[in-house]
């Protein structure tokens, strides 16, 4: 079941890459379809009026993180649930032995306990549980970024499309951290719920919370989640200073459908510095995921396809737009591209 749910997940990660990989080729030959593409992709200051037709509002942009939120929330607190009351119970003493055998780089010291395949699986399972916190933080700063820095244009809008490609992605994007053993959390907590309704809230077994084995997630997680974690907070940090630039362009403005250049943090040197800072949170997943999970791989590179897309868009926006508009920028990677 849970190579199946992980086979589907695949597919279409690589179903959405392909239409935008395509129209990333220059070639003249396939500029309907690059035309086409780019029709989904373009909202905002780039979206033509013509185009209302097929359009939503750019500020329903706040539906992708309430959405993204419940469900990284749901399966964050699912996943964790499942490895507390799944582990075998440890001693204290025996805690620390094994945070001192770990940081020594010794591995024998639970043999009693588990075997080797069960240390595999319940570490696979406390990187899913680290990497949705790290989507929390993610998709909780973007919720709060929309509510409260984001100066949405009042005729800003984005393509049906694009919004219910958006609507995917945050859907997509929590399972594909954890869908490796998503099925397993599934029926535990159908168990649990099935316990609960024969056995009503009284009659369930109350226990003491043991925050040593509650945090043992956190504990066994190897050198390079934490690696990732730092990538991750390096992109979030400068995304979130990027965003609110662009939100304060729109500060104390009586039209407020007028733009101006950014400028400051990564904007000196590309246009869609947070885009560029979207990939950099998303490349913190990869590594923090030990860069060997195809999924998460596959969800990267549509991430980059997808903005690098938007990117080359909104930077022939800015030059068309503004004749004094730094011609040393470019639209997304530096010195690249």
């Given amino acids: 079941m849970e190579l199946g749910l992980v086979t589907l997940l695949r597919a279409a990660w690589v179903a959405a890459i392909l239409p935008v990989v395509i129209a990333l080729i220059p070639s003249?030959?396939?500029?309907?379809?690059?035309?086409?593409?780019?029709?989904?992709?373009?909202?905002g200051k780039i979206m033509q009026s013509s185009s209302n037709k097929l359009s939503v509002p750019q500020k329903l942009f706040i539906h992708f993180y309430i959405l993204a939120?419940?469900?990284?929330?749901?399966?964050?607190?699912?996943?964790?649930?499942?490895?507390y009351c799944t582990m075998p119970k440890i001693t204290e003493p025996l805690l620390f032995s094994s945070i001192a055998s770990h940081l020594t780089g010794g591995s024998r010291i639970?043999?009693?306990?588990?075997?080797?395949?069960s240390k595999e699986h319940r570490s696979r399972i406390a990187v899913s549980i680290f990497l949705l916190l790290l989507m929390e933080a993610q998709v909780l700063r973007r919720?709060?970024?929309?509510?409260?820095?984001?100066?949405?244009?009042?005729?800003?809008?984005?393509?049906?499309?694009?919004?219910?490609?958006?609507?995917?992605f945050y859907t997509a994007v929590p399972i594909s951290l954890c869908c490796n053993h998503a099925t397993e959390v599934y029926k535990f907590g159908l168990s649990l719920i099935q316990e609960f309704i024969v056995k009503g809230k009284d009659r369930m077994l109350a226990t003491e919370v043991d925050?040593?084995?509650?945090?043992?997630?956190?504990?066994?997680?190897?050198?390079?989640?934490?690696?990732?974690?730092?990538?991750?907070?390096?992109?979030?940090?400068?995304?979130?200073?990027?965003?609110?630039?662009?939100?304060s362009l729109r500060e104390n403005r009586k039209d407020n459908d007028e733009y101006a250049v950014p400028y400051g943090d990564w904007f000196q040197y590309v246009s869609s510095?947070?885009?560029?800072?979207?990939?950099?949170?998303?490349?913190?997943?990869?590594?923090?995921?030990?860069?060997?999970?195809?999924?998460?791989?596959?969800?990267?590179?549509?991430t980059v396809a997808n903005l690098v897309?938007?990117?080359?868009?909104t930077h022939r926006w800015y030059l068309h737009k503004f004749d004094n508009y730094?011609?040393?920028?470019?639209?997304?990677?530096?010195?690249?591209?």
């Avoid at 990538?231 to 662009?246: D, K, M, N, S, V």
């Avoid at 897309?309 to 868009?313: D, K, P, S, V």
């Fill in 69 to 83: 939120f419940v469900w990284t929330t749901l399966l964050l607190v699912a996943t964790w649930l499942y490895d």
């Fill in 211 to 247: 925050w040593w084995r509650f945090l043992n997630p956190l504990i066994q997680l190897q050198w390079y989640s934490w690696i990732g974690a730092a990538i991750f907070f390096w992109g979030w940090i400068h995304q979130h200073r990027c965003h609110a630039i662009l939100g």
């Fill in 143 to 168: 919720l709060f970024e929309s509510i409260y820095v984001f100066k949405y244009s009042p005729s800003a809008r984005m393509h049906i499309l694009g919004y219910l490609t958006g609507l995917f």
């Fill in 326 to 337: 730094p011609r040393n920028r470019f639209a997304i990677f530096p010195y690249v591209y």
């Fill in 309 to 313: 897309l938007a990117a080359a868009e």
């Fill in 110 to 117: 639970f043999s009693s306990h588990s075997s080797h395949t």
């Fill in 273 to 302: 510095p947070h885009y560029l800072a979207e990939i950099v949170v998303y490349a913190g997943f990869v590594v923090a995921s030990g860069c060997s999970d195809l999924t998460i791989w596959l969800l990267w590179g549509f």
């Fill in 28 to 43: 003249s030959k396939i500029s309907f379809f690059q035309k086409f593409v780019l029709g989904f992709a373009k909202r």
